[in-house]
Every structure is written in structure tokens, then in C-alpha cells.
């Protein structure tokens, strides 16, 4: 979806990081308005620069304020359900959509199977693991958390979590009471 088709996007590419997560633009809002007439037409789709989310609010999450990317995955989905609507309701082969942002058939009817009808392996990856390599969960349960020192232990260092010297707590339960200071 990202190398072939273009048509997912990294969330602030700006930041320099390898991304983990890729979005595609959203293209409800523009099917509604294509069905209401709100859009006009340029050619055998409609015109995306005139959409009811801001493709420059979509360009400044998604691509650094670059429109064009955007506009390009935009117009591919577009040409995709333009391709299969006819396909299915006329039933006819409308390539022109398809033409118009450098689209095959096979990539169209590609992009069909995982955009809309794809199953649960298509959609997600989901490392596999081995059950023979995993620890037991259950005996570490109830187990030490986030501690300072050596597991459930206590640290021998004489500094604290911020560098700086560690102040001992008092141990008033060791400390020794008069017999004239209890009355």
C-alpha cells in the first residue's frame, strides 16, 4: 500500500523515524459528497481540492505539507471504486478512472481485495511466536514491579533515580523511647 500503490502514508514523516504505523487518508467525506453533487467533476472523477477535510490539514499530518501525495492516494481510491462500481453495477470495463492515475487493472482489483474485502491474516501481521520458548505467566505474577535495585531488593547505590545523593529514610521503629519521655 505504501511503495506500490502510494496510498499509505507515515504519520509526520518530519520527525526523521522509521515509520511503524501507515494511514490511509480517509475518503468517506468525499464519497458523500460525490453522491449529494457537492463535488464537481474534472474528467471521470471528482475533484478532491475541494473536499470537506482540508487536504492541507491531511498534508501537514501526513506527508510534511506535501499535497500531492495525498491528493494522488485520494484519487486512486477514488478511481479504484470507480472501476469496481462499474465493473459490478453496469458491468462494464470503465478503465478511464483508472488511466487517469497511472492504474491497472490487476492493481485495481488488488487494491479491492485488501481495502475491502480482506481477511483477518490480510490486514494484520501478527508476529508469531513459540508456546515452547514463553515463560510461565502466572508465577510471575504479583512479582516484583519497577524497583530501584535488584529485582524485589533494595539498592546499595548512594544515589537515587536523579543522580544525586541519596537521603536514607530513619528507621523510627528501631528507635529507643525513654521511660521519662512516655508519660
Not at 477535510?53 to 506527508?63: C, G, H, R, W
Not at 510471575?140 to 541519596?166: A, Q, T, V
Request: hydrophobic fraction near 40%.
Amino acid at each position: 500500500m505504501a511503495m506500490e500503490w502510494k496510498l499509505a502514508l507515515p504519520l509526520h514523516p518530519e520527525y526523521r523515524t522509521l515509520p511503524m504505523v501507515w494511514y490511509v487518508p480517509p475518503l468517506s467525506p468525499i464519497q458523500s459528497a460525490v453522491d449529494g453533487g457537492a463535488l464537481a467533476h474534472t474528467g471521470v472523477l471528482p475533484d478532491v481540492e475541494s473536499l470537506r477535510i482540508p487536504v492541507e490539514y491531511l498534508a501537514n499530518l501526513l506527508t510534511a505539507g506535501d499535497t500531492a501525495p495525498v491528493l494522488l492516494a485520494l484519487k486512486r481510491m477514488l478511481a479504484m471504486r470507480h472501476y469496481k462500481r462499474a465493473e459490478s453495477v453496469d458491468g462494464e470495463h470503465d478503465i478511464r478512472a483508472l488511466e487517469q492515475v497511472g492504474l491497472t487493472e490487476a492493481q485495481a482489483q488488488e487494491m479491492y481485495r485488501y481495502l475491502a474485502i480482506a481477511n483477518y491474516e490480510d490486514r494484520f501481521v501478527v508476529p508469531s511466536s513459540h508456546r515452547e520458548l514463553a515463560r510461565e505467566a502466572f508465577p510471575e505474577s504479583k512479582g516484583c514491579g519497577f524497583s530501584f535495585g535488584d529485582g524485589c531488593h533494595g539498592s546499595d547505590s548512594k544515589f537515587n533515580l536523579f543522580n544525586s545523593r541519596r537521603i536514607d529514610a530513619i528507621d523510627i521503629s528501631k528507635k529507643t523511647i525513654r521511660p521519662e519521655d512516655a508519660s
